[in-house]
């Protein structure tokens, strides 16, 4: 399981993009790179998985550069609902628990 | 997505009591399960991994005999905190693999209390 590095905390505004950035220098090949989304006194949520270059689905993007050292969350049109904490994990398929970092606290104001 | 369910989502107990949360994989088989403890403001911290038909493997520091875990069938395993403290006040959250990528589902979470 490679370890990530996160921002501990960002703010944004209603309506802007945010964007945040994951490292994992240590990045395994057989590693999947996966979002969460977590609010107070939920389960995390899966927010989007990739591999390589750019993944996107109905609520968020995902990049990938060429060497995967890196990834970036990219969250369009953000809204008060999207506060949460914002899980990185670098992890292989299968049958291993995830070991989750500290997380990025993103906090949307009006 | 598949859904994973966990019940209660929120138990008060006595000190020395035992309380039991189950975790339900609602659409999807599921060979292995998670459970992670989170304290306030922290992030999640694996526990143990529940494997279906087998003993649980639990990671370094978790008390095994505190910490029952039973994964009876394909869609079930439950975590039994055993003489609780308050100590163990926690929130628990279990989870599940499945889905079109084998990607990690998680419960509800449970809030415990130990008064």
């Known amino acids: 399981l490679a370890k990530t590095t996160q921002p501990i905390s960002m703010d944004s505004y209603e309506g802007q993009e945010v964007n945040i950035t994951c490292s994992h220098n240590n990045i395994a090949t057989n590693d999947y790179i996966t979002w969460y989304q977590q609010f107070p006194s939920q389960g995390p949520r899966f927010i989007i998985q990739?591999?390589?270059t750019k993944v996107t689905n109905e609520v968020a993007s995902l990049f990938i550069p060429a060497d995967r050292k890196s990834s970036t969350l990219s969250l369009p049109r953000v809204s008060l609902s999207d506060t949460a904490v914002y899980y990185c994990?670098?992890?292989?398929?299968?049958?291993?628990?995830?070991?989750f970092g500290k997380g990025t606290h993103l906090i949307i104001q009006p | 997505g598949a859904v994973v369910s966990q019940h209660p989502s929120r138990v008060i107990c006595k000190s020395g009591t035992s309380v039991k949360i189950e975790c339900r994989s609602l659409?999807?088989?599921?060979?292995?399960m998670f459970w992670y403890r989170q304290f306030p403001k922290k992030s999640l911290m694996l526990m143990a991994t529940?494997?279906?038909?087998?003993?649980?493997?639990?990671e370094q520091g978790v008390e095994k005999d505190k910490f029952l875990i039973n994964h009876a069938s394909l869609t079930l395993s439950t975590l039994t905190v055993t003489s609780a403290h308050p100590e163990d006040s926690s929130f628990y959250i279990c989870?599940?693999?499945?889905?079109?990528?084998?990607?990690?589902?998680f419960g509800q979470g449970t809030r415990l209390t130990v008064v």
């Open positions: 659409d999807f088989q599921a060979t292995t």
């Open positions: 994990l670098a992890a292989g398929g299968g049958a291993d628990g995830l070991t």
């Open positions: 990739g591999y390589k």
């Open positions: 989870s599940a693999r499945g889905g079109a990528q084998d990607e990690a589902f």
């Open positions: 529940s494997n279906e038909g087998s003993k649980a493997t639990y």
